[in-house]
Structures are given as structure tokens and as C-alpha cells.
């Protein structure tokens, strides 16, 4: 257990449905992250919250859509998603401070498959 | 020139072995370095930072070379449990809080 929980751990989708990401952290962290990780791709960074203000958007499609009601839950709202979308879509958070080496703590994932 | 570049490998080893994984990244202005390690269908780990002094971890040792924005890892004695994939990645602090650039990462395979 990394302190970063995510649900669900897998989650198969139609392409019309609705679903939702979760992740909480129990680490005391102020900065929240979404990131998505396809096979032969590098980490992708999608948003950025910092004390539960968005801070980036990495061009993502608008069928994502973040929400961070407290500095402890970050969700990712997904409709109408394509099957390229498929990928594992992991969260993590961080303490804020510009010029400081802090590293990220990663939840486990959500392993996303769009049919 | 992508941001952060790695030798994807895989790098194929003997248990005992020393192996070295080298980076490369593009933004001179780029102020915090790490490696992570994420072993097979699981999440990417904090392994260690990277300090312009180079630094020792037990069996890892990191180095960083900010004149040819360069980063190593070097592990020493390998173990089979060492065996995944190794992302080296970057910091960069700019109007909004820190963005860590991943790269694709270098699988190690350690064999018994």
C-alpha cells in the first residue's frame, strides 16, 4: 500500500458508456496528478492539481474530465472514450515546492479497457 | 529530440552481474532527477534521486551530468528481484507545479 489508492483496479467500458476514476491519497500531499501509460509509450502527464486548483490540462480530449473536490480525492470522469484510449491510467500526488526533489507517489492504477 | 531519452533494452544479465542504464534529456533548464523502477503490470516506484554530486544507494548508484544532460544508474551485484523496467525522469519547475518527464524506460531481465 503506497498511501495512493485507485478504484477500480480494472474497469471495461463501452464506448457510449459513463464511468469514473478514483483516487485518494493518504500522504498529506498538496499536488495531485493523472497520468495515462499505453504500451510503448512513455508516462503521459494529463492534469495537474495543486491545492485542488486545476494547474494543466496536457491537451487532453474533453471526453476526460477531472474533478478534485480536496486536496485528498482526485476523480476522472470518462464518457464516449475510443478504444485507443485503452491504457492504465495511474494517479499521483506530491508535496508542492518549486526547486524541491520531491519524487511522486504513485497509486496502483486503474487498468482501462474501451470495447 | 524527445524530452527524456533511454536505451529501451532489454538488458539480459547473470545474477552478480553490474549493469548500467544511461539517459539523456533535452531541457538544460531541467531541475530535479530521479529513477523509478516499475516492475511488470504495477506502478512506477521512487528507486532514488539524483544529486549533481552523484549518490549510493546500497547496490545503486546514480549520476548526473548536467554540462552533457546526462543521467546513469549503475547497479551493482544484480539480484533477480532487480529485474524491471527502469524509468529515468526529469523535473521541471515552471508556472505550474513540478512536471515530471518520464521516458520509456529500460527493462533489465536478471537470470539466474
Not at chain 1, 471495461?12 to 497520468?35: D, F, I
Not at chain 1, 510503448?40 to 486545476?54: I, T
Not at chain 2, 539480459?12 to 530535479?32: D, H, I, L, M
Not at chain 2, 528507486?47 to 552523484?54: E, N
Request: hydrophobic share 30%.
Amino acid at each position: 500500500e503506497t498511501g495512493v489508492t485507485q478504484t477500480p483496479r480494472h474497469l471495461v467500458m463501452g464506448m457510449t458508456n459513463k464511468k469514473s476514476l478514483k483516487c485518494e491519497q493518504h500522504l498529506g500531499h498538496n499536488a495531485m496528478y493523472w497520468y495515462k501509460q499505453s504500451a510503448k509509450k512513455p508516462l503521459e502527464l494529463m492534469f495537474v492539481y495543486n491545492f485542488k486548483e486545476q494547474t494543466e490540462n496536457n491537451s487532453v480530449p474533453s471526453r476526460f474530465s477531472p474533478e478534485c473536490p480536496n486536496s485528498s480525492h482526485l476523480f476522472l470522469h470518462l464518457h464516449t472514450l475510443q478504444p485507443e484510449d485503452s491504457a492504465l491510467y495511474l494517479c499521483a500526488s506530491s508535496h508542492t515546492g518549486v526547486g524541491t526533489n520531491y519524487g511522486y507517489t504513485f497509486g496502483s492504477g486503474t487498468r482501462l479497457t474501451v470495447v | 529530440r524527445k524530452e527524456v531519452e533511454q536505451d529501451p533494452g532489454p538488458f539480459n544479465v547473470p545474477e552478480g552481474a553490474t549493469v548500467a542504464f544511461n539517459c539523456t534529456y533535452s531541457n538544460s533548464a531541467s531541475q530535479s532527477f530521479f529513477w523509478y523502477r516499475q516492475d511488470c503490470r504495477k506502478e512506477p516506484k521512487l528507486l532514488m534521486s539524483v544529486y549533481s554530486s552523484g549518490n549510493e544507494d546500497g547496490r545503486f548508484t546514480a549520476q548526473l551530468n548536467r554540462a552533457s544532460q546526462y543521467i546513469s544508474l549503475l547497479i551493482r551485484d544484480s539480484k533477480l528481484s532487480d529485474s524491471a523496467t527502469y524509468l529515468c525522469v526529469v523535473a521541471n519547475y515552471g508556472g505550474s507545479q513540478g512536471n515530471l518527464i518520464f521516458g520509456k524506460g529500460t527493462k533489465l531481465s536478471v537470470k539466474p
